[in-house]
């Protein structure tokens, strides 16, 4: 999964030893050891790393380690290590010499200790993972990791009625509505696991539920379509009602919005003799992207009190005349990752 841009130094390079122009002591053989972090489970990243060449007096500087997508030229900082360098009268004419340990030096670290809040927000809830190598800098030289870590990609769905609409709405009681609904995920697909459902009920007109129709599954893992007809209950009396759809009632799936599970629309039942006399209903349609006449509710909503297990009768076999598989449609995530560049920090 492609960044858009994440930073640094003068001189990367792949190669398994790098060394800058001017720069005595310059890391190399760069290794990621392991390679997929289920972030946010998983925290640690552990890297190995050597460090070359010698210097005739050693300044303190550090190691530092970034997460790139881009050679290097942009990077997500993820802290620094102190080098491990002896220093001696070994040098030409008894001069002072500094020199790297030659044995391999590890680098391990907690992501969260280290990530921006957005940056953790935005790897925790990706959908496919993000994948970086590891840039490590000391002075003015810099080496690029010979492997790629993958990070993220644990995201969870967000299941809502992202469509739906019915016909017609306004009917005499006993005659049937049908239903028409897409339900989709708006962040990532749901792979695994109990699929949800899709649950209509029937609400009056203070929005207190009076009948559940039933539900039906959801395909996995991108959604469904779903025509569903409902009779309106004999005796109803004329006046204003509501269709409710729900998805996930029962709380199955653990979601990164559990807030707008809930569609709704308003449905007029009118005297049966209004009917008789040449008053037909109309067949307008109400949808979920139209002037708000089908509407979202959410779970913190005091209306929403009503959805929490209902104990109401069942309509035996309740139909669904029409489920058919969504194309992968996942919403790309807004946020972006934070990244360096080298106006923003020189190394």
């Not at 300044?59 to 881009?70: A, H, I, K, P, W």
């Not at 006993?174 to 949800?196: F, H, R």
């Amino acid at each position: 999964m492609k960044l858009e841009k994440i930073i640094v130094g003068l001189i990367t390079t792949t190669a398994l030893c790098s060394q800058a122009a001017f720069a005595s002591i310059y890391p190399g053989n760069v290794n990621i050891v392991n390679t997929e972090l289920k972030y946010p489970a998983q925290k640690t990243l552990e890297v190995d790393y050597h460090m070359f060449g010698s210097e005739i007096f050693n300044n303190g500087n550090t190691v530092n380690f970034g997460l790139t997508q881009d050679g290097g030229d942009s990077f997500i900082n993820i802290g620094r290590d102190f080098a491990d360098i002896s220093c001696g009268s070994g040098g030409l004419g008894g001069t002072m010499r500094c020199v790297p340990s030659s044995s391999t030096q590890t680098y391990s670290v907690n992501l969260d200790s280290v990530l921006s809040e957005q940056n953790k927000t935005v790897l925790a809830n990706s959908c496919a993972p993000y994948e970086f190598q590891v840039k490590a800098s000391y002075s003015i030289s810099s080496a690029l990791s010979m492997n790629t870590v993958k990070i993220g990609g644990q995201g969870a769905p967000d299941w809502l009625v992202s469509s739906g609409s019915f016909s017609p709405n306004q009917v005499a009681a006993g005659d049937k509505v049908v239903i028409n609904a897409v339900v989709s995920s708006a962040n990532c697909s749901q792979k695994s696991g109990t699929a949800p459902t899709l649950a209509v009920f029937l609400a009056n007109a203070d929005k207190q539920l009076i009948y559940f129709y039933g539900e039906t599954p959801i395909r996995l893992p991108n959604g469904s379509s779903h025509t569903i007809t409902v009779p309106m209950l004999s005796g109803l009396t004329a006046g204003t009602y509501y269709l409710v759809l729900a998805v996930d009632r029962t709380n199955v799936v653990a979601e990164t919005n559990e807030n707008n599970n809930i569609a709704m629309g308003k449905i007029t039942v009118i005297d049966s003799s209004a009917t008789e006399q040449g008053i037909a209903a109309k067949s307008n349609v109400q949808s979920a992207n139209s002037s708000g006449l089908m509407t979202y509710l959410t779970r913190t909503d005091e209306d929403n009190q009503n959805f929490v297990d209902p104990q109401l009768p069942v309509t035996p076999g309740m139909k669904m005349l029409k489920s058919s598989e969504l194309k992968d449609n996942d919403v790309i995530n807004p946020n972006k990752l934070q990244t360096q560049s080298p106006s923003d920090k020189k190394e």
